[in-house]
């Protein structure tokens, strides 16, 4: 009886989480088209971390419609603010890459191998950057100095993250019918827990000199 009450208290909590996945999937992608796309990405995205942030803060009961759609509105512009340069940035980067490989020399060499280093600098900065945006309050840069600041100084956890995020990456090409149910919000929440814990174990005030405000719980 114990072992069938277990099985029960599994399959109720398993399906709670489908559901919770599912929920977050289906708002991130109507919202996202609700900006029409280019427009909604970003503050969809900071929903979904906003989401995903108060699970990891231990949240029995998290109102994801409410906490997403004032998360959505509020952040509507400031997060395109930051999704927009993060994207021009990227499409600078891609271009500058190409347009110096296409050259021979030492000086094309030496800026080949600079644009590679930028390019794992922002990589490790994306890793961070939506995690950091819902948890603190700051300036809008200063999102983008910050994030780049706590992944070098967590390289360990930033290689689990993306060991971790490779994975879920690899499960979805292999099933690509749970893409659809979880696709983006596990990743997401994967994203948010891993750099959590990190965070929770640093006094990233100190670190950075600064005395953040936390975002609300």
Same mark, same amino acid.
């Given at each position: 009886?114990?072992?069938?009450? *277990? !099985?029960?208290?599994?399959?109720?909590?398993?399906?709670?989480?489908?559901?919770?996945?599912?929920?977050?999937?289906?708002?991130? &992608? +109507?919202?996202? *088209?609700?900006?029409?796309?280019?427009?909604?990405? %970003?503050?969809?995205?900071?929903? #979904?971390?906003?989401?995903?942030?108060?699970?990891? *803060?231990?949240?029995?009961?998290?109102?994801?419609?409410?906490?997403?759609?004032?998360?959505?509105?509020?952040?509507?512009?400031? +997060? /395109?603010?930051?999704?927009?340069?993060?994207?021009?940035?990227?499409?600078?980067?891609?271009? /500058? #890459?190409?347009?110096?490989?296409?050259?021979?020399?030492?000086?094309?060499? &030496?800026?080949?191998?600079? $644009? $590679?280093?930028?390019?794992?600098?922002? =990589?490790?900065?994306? #890793?961070? =950057?939506?995690?950091?945006?819902?948890?603190?309050?700051?300036?809008?840069? @200063?999102?983008?100095?910050?994030? =780049? +600041? !706590?992944?070098?100084?967590?390289?360990? /956890?930033? *290689? !689990?993250?993306?060991?971790?995020?490779? +994975? %879920?990456?690899?499960?979805?090409?292999?099933?690509?019918?749970?893409?659809?149910?979880?696709?983006?919000?596990?990743?997401?929440?994967? /994203?948010?827990? !891993?750099?959590? @814990?990190?965070?929770?174990?640093? @006094?990233?005030?100190? &670190? &950075?000199?600064?005395?953040?405000?936390?975002?609300? %719980?």
């Amino acid at each position: 009886m114990k072992r069938d009450g *277990l !099985l029960f208290m599994f399959i109720i909590s398993f399906c709670r989480w489908v559901c919770y996945f599912f929920y977050l999937n289906v708002m991130w &992608a +109507a919202c996202t *088209l609700l900006g029409g796309i280019i427009f909604g990405i %970003a503050p969809s995205t900071v929903a #979904l971390f906003s989401v995903a942030r108060r699970t990891c *803060l231990g949240e029995e009961e998290v109102k994801v419609f409410r906490t997403f759609w004032k998360s959505y509105r509020k952040e509507f512009f400031k +997060a /395109n603010g930051l999704g927009l340069s993060l994207i021009g940035f990227g499409l600078l980067w891609y271009f /500058n #890459l190409n347009f110096f490989r296409s050259f021979d020399g030492t000086l094309f060499t &030496a800026m080949n191998v600079f $644009m $590679m280093v930028t390019g794992i600098v922002f =990589i490790f900065m994306l #890793l961070y =950057i939506f995690p950091t945006y819902v948890h603190y309050r700051m300036k809008l840069f @200063q999102y983008i100095k910050y994030s =780049i +600041a !706590l992944s070098f100084l967590n390289t360990a /956890n930033v *290689l !689990l993250i993306i060991i971790s995020l490779l +994975a %879920a990456y690899y499960f979805f090409i292999s099933f690509p019918g749970f893409i659809p149910i979880c696709g983006v919000s596990l990743l997401a929440q994967i /994203n948010m827990w !891993l750099v959590y @814990q990190s965070l929770k174990k640093m @006094q990233v005030e100190k &670190a &950075a000199g600064h005395s953040y405000e936390h975002a609300p %719980a």
